[in-house]
């Protein structure tokens, strides 16, 4: 398996993207105003005896979610220093973050990581960016103004009964801000040693009274990566990006959203490539581009009732010459409604339909057969959130009804009960079952690989490949026991069916098959702690342990080590946010990562710093180094044994 | 590069072609209308230094800085008012407006992140500053609103307000909760 492992890297298969943006419905708060006249003639105590919210929904605090949660705010994003979404989520408890080289990223949440992992549901405001070729995510392309962003919710463990097929280990949401937030111009720009050069601006207006729009264009240049004796790995790579996003807000009852990004880049990359006589590493000048328009539409029946209507469509293009070449559209359409009967039950369902085509360009190395494929998902979810004692115990329940042109018909349910015992403290345990749908890499691919000094190594994809399920049980606990200090703790038993391997078929034949069962368990702990008005910490610790059993007739003889090898054991991160006289900030992270016995990869501890200094409002000036505590180390096992060099940058930003 | 030429159109499109019904009221939540009650009323518990007003009738501006989310609803409930004999005036200002000429300056959520800028800027000058931003007096701010239990109170930094040269009346002391700059 070892020489499909970099191709299946890059290469991909396809599922069934089921999106649903109930995280944004919730976070918009519905209370429609009342006559503002009648407030003008209270007094202040009988202002203080009103009620902000008269029985209508609010949305819900996450510290009473009874789920996994944990929320990347835009200061968290900001003074962390990162460049890219896929290096934000280091800073989330219980995910799995590695750079490969220069423009790889591996991301997963609780376990199976890989560049290709599969487990994940990623929305960028509403629209599903993991890629139906193999459920994972191009993390290279995967980018927006991270100065725009508002927050990033990212739930850990299944959120199937809701987001549908692959958010089977979890679910990331990243939410931009409307463009009434974003009104006026952004500069910022930059440089260094690994961020070479990059910039952005966004100007944001107002085209009439109740219409804003805002449009951005950024542009940056990465340096390579490097290799085990300091050389460049070559791996450089440039992306420019632009959009624009309009928010209406008609009346009362309608809101209107428009959206859409358009992408462009080039990269240095290295993949292996083999003929029926030879295999060589090939330095190949891959593109990438896409684009996609969104627009959504929300509507008010009444302070207990609320619809939403989405439509998107989404393009993308990577063409890696000589292996790999791939042109997709999707379109997606997706209807939401949330409706509160009496006090007691908040009930949300909806309907989704998506369809996806795709034509791929076969080459010896990678092939897919058929080389053009459409798929069509067509879903249906309900969920009831039921108050069994005001203020002390809440009942969720609901399940995702989708088919599909792979799997069929599957059935995505949870159950969840949250206890609340008094304000400061929350309870919460949950059972879920969902699943990972095929894909096209599962059932339509075929690699070469020839392996000198006259074999050639074949993968097949297999029509047979069904869906792995997961079975999940959850326990968390938040506890607020000063004002200052909080603690977040989840703990996790998975119990997985079917998992992917290949079944060895001698001589030379590898079939994708439902090779394994696994079980995954562990825990996570997030803690804030507001130590001064000026000083805050905030730190996360992560255990997993990952097991893989053969089921009976299988003849794989590899997944089981790289699969089990691919995660740390162990994650600990620990942040530092000052804020100094001077209109100083300074910022400092420390993170541990465990050794993977998957590429002998040893454990690493990454500090990262940033200094920042903002002498009149709105303009900023910045220095942040990251990996301060050694020259380069590699994150993952990678076929050049890649390593991520220490970076050192300069940032300028004006808002005005 | 091809991202621009494939961007321009895009970008032609939207500048051109602005969306109609622009006349629609903007809504506004039940909380900020709440809110924005409790900013009018504030001013009535406050005392200015006299030389704030150049003339007698010069208006008593509330300005609203960042993104406004009251919607209409504070014009409403200060359409014809006037506080000790100024007319009261709504200013809806963004981040590169002045704001030391404000009476009275609610500070919205959005410029959360330039907040000490903000206070910094305003040091020692009579503005009553207010706002529903994450630890607002504890930062510096006078009057910050803290969502509880489904209804509005407030937290008041006194040193603030004494600092700009502004005296609370002890009604509001006494109705809110009191903090220092520096608090945890």
């Known amino acids: ?656 | 590069m091809a991202l621009l030429r494939k961007l321009l159109p895009l970008l032609c499109a939207i500048l051109i072609a602005p969306p109609g019904h622009a006349q629609a009221p903007t809504p506004a939540s039940r909380e900020y209308a709440i809110k924005a009650a409790f900013l009018f009323n504030f001013a009535q518990f406050v005392e200015w230094p006299t030389n704030v007003f150049a003339e007698a009738d010069s208006p008593f501006v509330i300005g609203v800085l960042g993104a406004n989310p009251f919607g209409k609803s504070l014009e409403e409930i200060v359409r014809g008012e006037s506080i000790r004999g100024h007319p009261v005036q709504v200013r809806y200002l963004r981040a590169d407006e002045p704001i030391a000429d404000c009476t009275a300056l609610f500070i919205s959520q959005s410029e959360n992140a330039r907040l000490e800028a903000i206070l910094q800027s305003l040091e020692r000058k009579p503005v009553l500053t207010v706002s529903d931003v994450e630890r607002f007096a504890r930062r510096g701010g006078m009057i910050r609103f803290v969502n509880q239990q489904n209804k509005i109170r407030f937290t008041i930094n006194p040193e603030a307000a004494k600092n700009a040269g502004l005296s609370l009346s002890s009604k509001l002391l006494r109705l809110g909760e009191i903090v220092r700059t520096g608090d945890p």
Request: glycine content about 8%; aromatic content about 12%.
């Open chain 1, 1 to 656: 398996m070892k020489y499909f492992k970099g191709n299946i890297g890059y290469v991909a298969g396809s599922a069934l993207l089921l999106s649903s943006t109930l995280s944004m419905a919730r976070a918009q708060t519905l209370a429609m105003s009342d006559a503002p006249e009648a407030f003008k003639k209270l007094s202040l105590e009988q202002l203080m005896e009103t009620e902000v919210t008269s029985a209508s929904r609010t949305p819900q605090k996450w510290s009473e979610v009874a789920s996994a949660i944990y929320v990347l705010s835009q200061e968290d994003i900001h003074r962390s220093g990162v460049m890219t979404l896929a290096d934000a989520f280091r800073f989330v408890p219980g995910m799995q973050v590695a750079r490969l080289d220069s423009s790889t990223w591996a991301v997963s949440s609780r376990g199976f990581n890989s560049t290709t992992a599969n487990k994940l549901q990623v929305l960028i405001d509403g629209r599903s960016i993991y890629t139906p070729l193999f459920s994972g995510v191009f993390w290279d392309v995967q980018d927006t103004m991270l100065e725009d962003i508002d927050r990033i919710e990212v739930i850990r463990g299944p959120g199937a009964s809701v987001w549908g097929a692959n958010a089977v280990n979890g679910v990331i949401n990243v939410m931009s801000r409307s463009a009434k937030d974003t009104q006026g111009t952004l500069l910022t720009g930059g440089a260094g040693t690994e961020e070479r050069v990059f910039g952005g601006v966004r100007y944001g207006g107002k085209f009439a009274e109740n219409v804003y729009y805002r449009i951005y264009g950024k542009y940056f240049n990465r340096d390579d990566s490097a290799l085990p004796n300091r050389d460049p790995a070559l791996d450089e790579w440039q992306m420019g990006q632009g959009g624009f996003r309009i928010d209406w807000e008609r009346d009362m009852q309608n809101r209107f959203t428009f959206q859409g990004d358009i992408y462009d880049g080039n990269k240095a990359q290295w993949s292996s490539v083999s003929t029926p006589t030879s295999t060589t590493m090939l330095n190949a000048d891959t593109t990438v581009g896409g684009g996609n328009i969104l627009s959504r539409w929300t509507h008010d029946f009444s302070e207990e009732s609320q619809l939403q209507l989405q439509v998107y469509y989404d393009h993308t293009h990577r063409d890696i010459p000589q292996v790999f070449r791939e042109d997709r559209d999707t379109g997606n359409i997706d209807l939401q409604h949330e409706i509160r009967f009496g006090s007691r039950n908040d009930f949300i369902w909806g309907l989704q339909y998506n369809i996806t085509a795709d034509e791929v360009g076969n080459t010896y190395s990678v092939a897919w057969d058929p080389p053009a494929k459409t798929a069509q998902t067509a879903s249906a979810f309900l969920q009831d959130e039921f108050t069994l004692i005001e203020d002390r115990l809440k009942l969720t329940a609901g399940s995702k009804f989708e088919h599909n042109d792979y799997s069929g018909f599957e059935a995505q349910p949870t159950l969840r009960l949250a206890a609340f015992p008094n304000k400061w403290q929350t309870i919460w345990v949950a059972a879920s079952r969902s699943v990972r749908t095929p894909t096209r890499i599962d059932t339509d691919v075929r690699i070469n690989s020839f392996v000198p000094p006259a074999t050639t190594l074949q993968a097949l994809g297999n029509p047979e490949f069904g869906s792995e399920k997961v079975y999940t049980y959850e326990l968390g606990y938040r506890v607020q026991p000063l004002r200052q200090l909080s603690f977040d703790t989840a703990l996790f038993y998975n119990e997985y069916s079917r998992i992917r391997g290949v079944d060895f078929a001698p001589p030379t034949t590898f079939v994708i098959a439902n090779s394994f069962d696994a079980e995954t368990y562990g825990g996570e702990v997030a803690a804030n702690y507001d130590l001064l008005s000026w000083w805050r910490l905030k730190g996360g610790y992560s255990f997993l342990r990952l097991q893989m059993h053969k089921r009976p007739g299988s003849t794989d003889t590899t997944s089981e080590v790289s699969t089990e090898g691919s995660d740390p054991r162990h994650q600990v991160f620990i942040r530092s946010l000052m804020d100094l006289p001077q209109h100083l900030q300074l910022d400092t992270a420390l993170r541990y990562v465990d050794r993977l016995r998957s590429g002998n990869i040893p454990s690493y501890v990454a500090a990262d710093f940033r200094l920042a200094w903002e002498p009149i409002a709105g303009l900023e000036f910045a220095i942040i180094a990251q990996n301060l505590l050694d020259r380069q180390h590699p994150e993952f096992s990678t076929a050049r044994r890649n390593e991520i060099e220490q970076s050192i940058y300069g940032k300028v930003t004006w808002r005005f």
